[in-house]
Structure formats: C-alpha cells, structure tokens
C-alpha cells in the first residue's frame, strides 16, 4: 500500500471507529483484531512464543490451550484499544474522568508534582496509556510522548494531532527528542515513555522473565541527568467500559557510580517493574513481535 494509501486508510479507519455506537465500535475491532490474530498467522505464533514466556507455560496439553486462550484475548484486547482510542478525542472530559481511576499510587504522582523535578512514567504496551495520557491532561499533568515516526510523514502528523486532542504532546522518536524531554523535565513536566520494546536496537541489556533482552536506555539516563521522579505504571482496560491505572513506587536514581554503570541498573530496575505490572494481565501485553526471540 502507498504511503497516501496508508494515510486515506488509517483516517478512514479512525472515521469510523469514532462515528460507530460505542460498544459497536469496540466489538467490531475485537472481531476483526482476532481474525488479523487468527490461528496459523505469524502475528500469532509471536504472540504465543510471548505469552508462553511471560506466563512460564510449558509443553503439557493444559498449558498450551492457555496460551492460545490468552493469544485471542490478546488480540481482542488489542482491536479494543484501537477502538477505544479512536474514540477518545470525541469523548467530554467528564466521561474520561468518570470511567478512569488511578486505583493504586496516586500518591506518588502527587509527590512528583510538588516536588517539581519532573516526573518520568515508564509504560509497557499494555491496556490503553492514551486513557492514562488524557486523564493526566485533565488533572493539570499534561503528559509528553515519545513516538515511533511514520511514513509518510503526514501519516505520523495525523496521529501527532490525535493525541494532542486529548492532551498528550507527541515528539518524534529519534536524537532531536532528547532535548524536548529534557526540557519538560527541568520545567516540571511529566514524560511518558513506552519502553518493554527496543525499536532502534540500541537499548541496554536487561532480563525480562528470565530471558536477556535489550530495553531503551531513556528513562533511566532522563532521571539521572535530571532528578525527575521515576516510576513505572500500566493503564489497563476494565472492568466493563472503565480504565484503571497503576503506578508502582519510584525507582531510586541515585548516582552510584559511572552513568553507564547506573543506567544498567536503574533499567533493570525498570523492567522487574514492567513485568510486574504485565503479569497483571498478560492478555492486555500488545507486543506483537516475538520479543524474547534471540
């Protein structure tokens, strides 16, 4: 498909999400997300070898109908999202802060913000972190977003302006982001940054489930440099239509020692958080490649 292609396709995709009846839209997307998943697919077979990392499964007959149980739920979870997030910009402020809920660790965000160094959200591709992005806005916490850039261009500008309708200020992934970052930081800010991936290649090694991996070295070189608070937290979908959201205590950056020294500890430190809160909800992991393949 051509790049103008792509961009006609996503913004009519998103038309119709956003003009669907809600609970139409999320359904449709669920139907068609798992057919995209279907057994035999190789978007499925990743998200086996995932799943079958993340949950410890092993070759019985039991452990494998899990796993595919937890595949298409996976795949569910992921057409929700979509849906869901098409329509977030359409939606009144007052319907996101009456079906979302920080349920555990308001405080720490609290403290972030009147400590006034910043604050750094380190967020695995679970749930929805549009619906935490949007709700930060709302209580005066507007949230910076590092993102993948696109091709065409105006297929990334489209989505840039998705997300700055509900708040989250979006700068594209690559080595002019690093100053954006680190001046909202020093001016108080909060920046949220998806990192169980490694999309450049060039991330720092750290064990997640128990396999070797590599992790984006930028939230820990972030709070180090600058003393902003570090905390991991997951935005999950449910129960029913709502969202909630977990924010687990700060990770202590403290310098120790060389700064390549501390960052490789303070990003191990960062994913035994990221599985923590995967755990929660392995079917809402939206990783689609396998990600513990060496």
Same mark, same amino acid.
């Given at each position: 498909?051509?790049? @103008? ?12 999400? *956003?003009? =669907? ?9 669920? @139907?068609?997300? @798992? ?7 190789? &978007?499925?077979?990743?998200?086996r070898?995932?799943? &079958?990392?993340?949950? %410890?499964? #092993? ?7 899990l796993? #595919?149980?937890? +595949?298409?739920? +996976? ?7 979509w849906?869901e ?8 402020? *007052? ?14 965000? #609290? ?5 006034? @160094?910043?604050?750094?959200?380190a =967020?695995? $591709? ?5 619906w %935490?992005g949007?709700?930060?806005? $709302?209580?005066?916490?507007p949230?910076?977003?590092?993102a ?8 990334? #500008?489209?989505?840039?302006a998705?997300?700055e309708?509900i ?5 594209? =992934? ?6 954006t970052?680190l001046?909202t ?8 940054l ?14 997640l489930?128990?396999e070797?991996? &590599?992790?984006p ?17 997951a935005?999950?979908?449910?129960p029913g239509?709502?969202h $909630? ?13 060389? =700064? ?6 303070? &990003? ?8 923590s ?5 392995? *079917?809402?992991?939206h990783?689609?490649e ?5």
């Amino acid at each position: 498909m051509s790049g @103008r292609l792509n961009v006609v396709a996503y913004r009519t995709l998103g038309a119709v999400l *956003e003009w =669907l009846p809600e609970r139409v839209d999320v359904a449709v997307a669920r @139907r068609a997300a @798992r057919w995209v998943g279907r057994p035999g697919t190789p &978007t499925r077979r990743a998200l086996r070898e995932n799943l &079958t990392t993340v949950t %410890g499964a #092993d070759a019985t007959v039991r452990d494998d109908r899990l796993v #595919d149980r937890l +595949a298409s739920r +996976a795949m569910a979870s992921y057409g929700q999202y979509w849906a869901e997030g098409a329509k977030l910009p359409a939606l009144p402020a *007052e319907v996101i802060t009456s079906r979302f809920v920080i349920s555990e660790g308001r405080q720490y965000l #609290d403290e972030a913000r009147a400590a006034g @160094r910043g604050l750094i959200v380190a =967020l695995p $591709h679970v749930g929805s972190w549009e619906w %935490g992005g949007a709700l930060l806005a $709302h209580v005066g916490m507007p949230m910076t977003a590092v993102a993948e850039a696109l091709d065409p261009p105006e297929l990334f #500008d489209w989505f840039v302006a998705k997300r700055e309708a509900i708040g989250i200020s979006v700068v594209a =992934l690559g080595d002019s982001a690093g100053p954006t970052l680190l001046g909202t930081l020093r001016a108080g800010g909060v920046v949220g940054l998806l990192c169980d991936r490694d999309i450049q290649g060039n991330g720092v090694a750290a064990t997640l489930f128990g396999e070797r991996v &590599t992790l984006p070295a930028g939230p820990a070189t972030l709070a180090l440099r600058t003393g902003a608070t570090l905390v991991a937290a997951a935005c999950y979908a449910g129960p029913g239509r709502d969202h $909630h959201a977990v924010v687990l205590a700060p990770i202590p950056v403290q310098r120790l020692g060389r =700064l390549r020294d501390d960052v490789a500890r303070v &990003t191990q430190a960062v994913a035994d958080d990221l599985e923590s809160l995967i755990r929660r909800a392995p *079917e809402q992991w939206h990783v689609l490649e396998a990600r513990f393949r060496a």
